[in-house]
């Protein structure tokens, strides 16, 4: 039930950052559904390998490679979806950086308590 809720906000987040920015077109609820579900899909099961393959660069780069990787893995999804497009890299790079943020502040209301950073006394 948790996972169907994380991913309806996160189709709702790929709607608001595809309204928002004009080199990603999602034509209708039903694509934002099936994009939300790709990522998540992806992010479960590629992300963890491309993670691993990709340790030295992303040490030297401190940490900035993830969103290359964060990229590669929209502009993937963009391939598979029929009907989702994205523009070029530098958009799936925006799109992902701004999905994050609506996805986020989206997820604060569904957040389970004690789920945060730990308090500090």
């Not at 900035?64 to 999804?77: G, H, P, Q, S």
């Amino acid at each position: 039930m948790f996972f169907l809720l994380k991913v309806l906000v996160s189709t709702f987040a790929v709607v608001i950052t595809s309204y928002l920015l004009g080199g990603v077109n999602v034509p209708d609820f039903t694509t934002a559904l099936v994009v939300a579900f790709v990522l998540a899909i992806f992010n479960a099961i590629l992300k963890p390998f491309l993670i691993i393959l990709t340790i030295p660069v992303t040490v030297m780069s401190l940490g900035l490679f993830l969103l290359v990787i964060n990229a590669f893995i929209i502009l993937l999804a963009a391939e598979v979806v029929r009907g989702f497009e994205v523009a070029g890299f530098w958009w799936a790079l925006l799109f992902s950086i701004i999905l994050s943020l609506v996805t986020w502040v989206l997820e604060l209301p569904t957040r389970r308590p004690g789920s945060g950073p730990p308090r500090q006394y």
